[in-house]
């Protein structure tokens, strides 16, 4: 494979002997690399090599170069790209269709299912560097239970990155591992599926209690979601801040396991929850169930699909971790599904400013905490 980029636009240039001699490839601010090819996944273009009519399962597809390019090597079989980011399942099916190939993708909290009639011929599958260990290991423990017997799990990742761990952890499920390749710090290992596995459980949904604007709420949680185990500060104040009219249709934007929504439908508010992150939304439907209470639960990118014109209030902690273009996104949306005359609420470490001047015309702190303040933001 020869790469080219620029932008966010990306080109990659094919030396295989069936598929397109070059591939086009979108990306955006929010995924990883997003303005380059990762060396894991051109790694692991290098040597997944799958038969025409290959069922091929790609976790962690992010913008979907490593699926694309294996579903244009195996247009007979089935491929599926798996997500948990809604920003980038958009993505790989943005680039699915550029590139004319067929392929489906998953937005699921975990891997799907296997069963006789829905399992892969081969896995290939580059954790990222953010993803949490945990995690990636369960994934890995999922992807080999979705693997026919005999067939191959190709896993790449740097040692930095949790490289060793992940080896480890598919040696011992699989019963062995082989080193495939090395290249820019990044290992490529292989293992085939057994036909038994050991039942593996390496991160689970999780439940904990705590007090949230006076009141006390169990909370469903999972490995990598913010502030697991604890309402974090920003949160809690902006809770204590927020006192909508029980009349009122309120959007908990970036949800996390939910806390924000779960104050306010607990005070007799229509509530929707929304989070780019499947993971997270799927702990806020857990949160909600143990709570006893009701909400429209979301999985989509900055709001993406919401009906504008629609919300009295929207609360959000948002994601400073994300970069300031996928902030300005997020609040243009915020401002869209506000109904007239509706308030935003966000919380935010008193160290940074929420670049929230394009999106509104007046903004104000409200409160302050220890480290945090809460603004409010009017159309």
């Not at 790609?58 to 089935?78: C, D, E, I, K």
């Not at 699921?108 to 829905?118: I, R, S």
């Not at 204590?240 to 009349?247: A, F, L, Q, W, Y």
């Not at 014109?309 to 599904?337: K, W």
Request: proline residues 6%; negative net charge.
């Amino acid at each position: 494979m020869t790469r080219d980029a620029s932008a966010h636009e990306h080109r990659l240039r094919s030396h295989a002997d069936r598929g397109p001699d070059e591939f086009v490839f979108s990306a955006a601010a929010g995924v990883a690399s997003p303005d380059g090819f990762r060396a894991a996944d051109l790694l692991l273009l290098e040597h997944v090599d799958p038969a025409a009519d290959a069922d091929v399962l790609v976790p962690a597809a992010n913008y979907g170069v490593v699926g694309t390019v294996l579903g244009a090597l195996s247009p007979s079989g089935r491929t599926l790209l798996a997500e948990t980011s809604a920003r980038a399942a958009g993505l790989c099916e943005r680039n699915l269709a550029a590139n004319d190939v067929a392929g489906d993708v998953a937005l699921e909290a975990t891997l799907p299912d296997a069963t006789a009639d829905t399992q892969f011929d081969v896995v290939a599958y580059a954790p990222r560097d953010y993803d949490p260990v945990d995690a990636v290991k369960q994934h890995i423990a999922d992807a080999l239970a979705a693997l026919r017997p005999g067939s191959d799990l190709y896993l790449a990742a740097h040692p930095r990155e949790g490289g060793k761990r992940y080896r480890d952890a598919l040696a011992d499920i699989a019963g062995g591992v082989d080193r495939i390749d090395k290249r820019a710090g990044v290992r490529l290992f292989r293992a085939e599926r057994p036909a038994t596995l050991p039942p593996t459980e390496y991160a689970t949904f999780d439940e904990f209690t705590d007090s949230v604007a006076g009141d006390e709420f169990t909370f469903a949680t999972y490995p990598g979601v913010f502030s697991g185990g604890h309402v974090d500060h920003g949160t809690q104040l902006l809770a204590e801040t927020v006192d909508p009219d029980p009349e009122d249709t309120v959007l908990d934007l970036c949800c996390g396991y939910g806390p924000l929504g779960a104050v306010v439908a607990d005070r007799g508010c229509e509530t929707w929850f929304t989070d780019d992150s499947a993971v997270a939304t799927a702990c806020t439907r857990r949160t909600l169930d143990a709570n006893g209470l009701d909400g429209r639960v979301e999985t989509a990118d900055c709001a993406a699909g919401l009906p504008a014109d629609t919300f009295d209030l929207v609360v959000s902690n948002p994601p400073t971790h994300a970069g300031t273009s996928v902030l300005h996104e997020l609040f243009a949306r915020a401002s869209d599904v506000l109904q007239s005359g509706g308030e935003f609420l966000a919380v935010h470490h008193e160290a940074l400013d929420l670049p929230l001047d394009r999106a509104f015309s007046r903004v104000e702190t409200v409160a302050h905490g220890e480290e945090h303040a809460v603004v409010r933001a009017r159309n």
